[in-house]
């Protein structure tokens, strides 16, 4: 977007520095006017005790809202806000105690306000006659920083998901080329062929698989999101195939459990890198080529692990093409802060291990 680039090329680190000093000033003239009003002696002893409160509430929902906007957790923002009138509450009683032990205020509405505050200890504060007059004052102290904050993560948060959206429609195209390779399919079919004319009795699974497979692409792929276990019943269905295709050549080692939790994912996330180390493994040389391919489901996270051999004799393969490259790009955008992407290429080896974080 050219509006978001040109906003991203003014808003240097140095001027975002600048406009908080700027902010934080406005509010500490605010406070001190507010408190100077009411004749408090020590007006500056308020001023900064607003400040810390509002202070570390406005950068500590700068560091954890947006994570929470991002797993969907909204609950969790009420509970903050609770936790932010207990923060403000125990701050006030600890500065309205220790100015009525060690400073002489002489004004009679101050006096009032801190033995309003001390009388009755802190757990008195959550009483129906005190709760009522201390939230009002919490909402005026808090409201003004909090309310930007708020406003700012959930504009980006809004942003963000159109860049989501446009993101999607623009490699859908390079996407779908990624997809499954057709030179895989006329391989298998081939395959198919040769076993019917030997009339080998696997065929008939053979042609299940495949209709599956293809099934899944065209039609479930389509879903913003399905269950894990059909995505993986996917990735079977292809190394299944996979090794139909090459026989006893290649070494192929698997580990996919059945899981039955219902974890959900987007939709041929995985099957890139499985394909990756087909095409750039026994594809380009199937001598010394292998395939091992593991995942594992425990405490809510995915583990995929994905290797293959490379022949030292054949042409160096280059990883990272459109495939790779829209897989990287769509954990970036659905699973943010919730993924690790491992990659270690040797001479005769090339190993990926992947980690989703389903909370």
């Not at 309205?96 to 009679?108: K, L, P, T």
């Not at 006893?248 to 059945?258: C, E, F, L, W, Y």
């Not at 022949?311 to 280059?318: L, R, T, V």
């Amino acid at each position: 977007m050219k509006n978001e680039s040109n906003w991203l090329s003014w808003y240097t680190p140095k001027v975002r520095v600048l406009c908080h000093i700027v902010f934080w000033l406005l509010m500490s003239i605010l406070y001190y006017a507010n408190y100077n009003r009411t004749g408090l002696n020590s007006t500056w002893i308020f001023v900064l005790k607003e400040l810390l409160v509002t202070g570390s509430l406005f950068y500590c929902a700068s560091w954890i809202i947006p994570r929470w906007i991002a797993k969907g957790k909204l609950y969790l923002i009420i509970l903050f806000f609770v936790f932010a009138y207990i923060w403000w509450l125990g701050w006030t009683y600890i500065l309205c105690y220790g100015i009525d032990v060690f400073f002489n205020e002489s004004h009679e509405n101050v006096n009032n306000y801190i033995r309003f505050v001390v009388d009755g200890g802190f757990l008195g504060l959550f009483k129906f006659e005190k709760s009522s007059a201390l939230f009002m004052d919490f909402i005026f102290v808090v409201s003004i920083p909090l309310t930007t904050k708020f406003t700012k993560v959930f504009t980006d948060g809004y942003l963000k998901m159109v860049k989501l959206e446009r993101d999607n429609l623009a490699m859908e195209l390079d996407f779908l080329k990624s997809q499954v390779s057709p030179h895989f399919l006329f391989n298998i079919l081939n395959s198919i062929y040769r076993m019917s004319e030997v009339n080998d009795p696997n065929a008939p699974r053979t042609v299940l698989q495949l209709s599956d497979l293809m099934r899944y692409v065209l039609y479930q792929a389509r879903n913003g999101e399905i269950l894990l276990s059909k995505e993986l019943e996917f990735i079977s269905n292809y190394v299944d195939l996979a090794k139909v295709r090459y026989g006893d050549k290649v070494p192929i080692k698997t580990s996919i459990p059945r899981v039955n939790d219902p974890y959900k994912i987007v939709p041929l996330l995985l099957i890139p890198f499985v394909e990756n180390a087909f095409k750039h493994g026994p594809d380009r040389s199937r001598n010394g080529a292998w395939v091992e391919i593991t995942l594992i489901v425990s405490n809510h996270k995915l583990v995929l692990t994905v290797k293959n051999g490379i022949n030292n004799s054949s042409e160096k393969p280059q990883y990272g093409g459109v495939g790779l490259r829209n897989v990287k790009r769509r954990l970036d955008l659905h699973y943010p802060n919730r993924h690790k992407l491992e990659i270690v290429e040797t001479n005769n080896s090339y190993t990926i291990e992947l980690t989703i974080d389903f909370k």
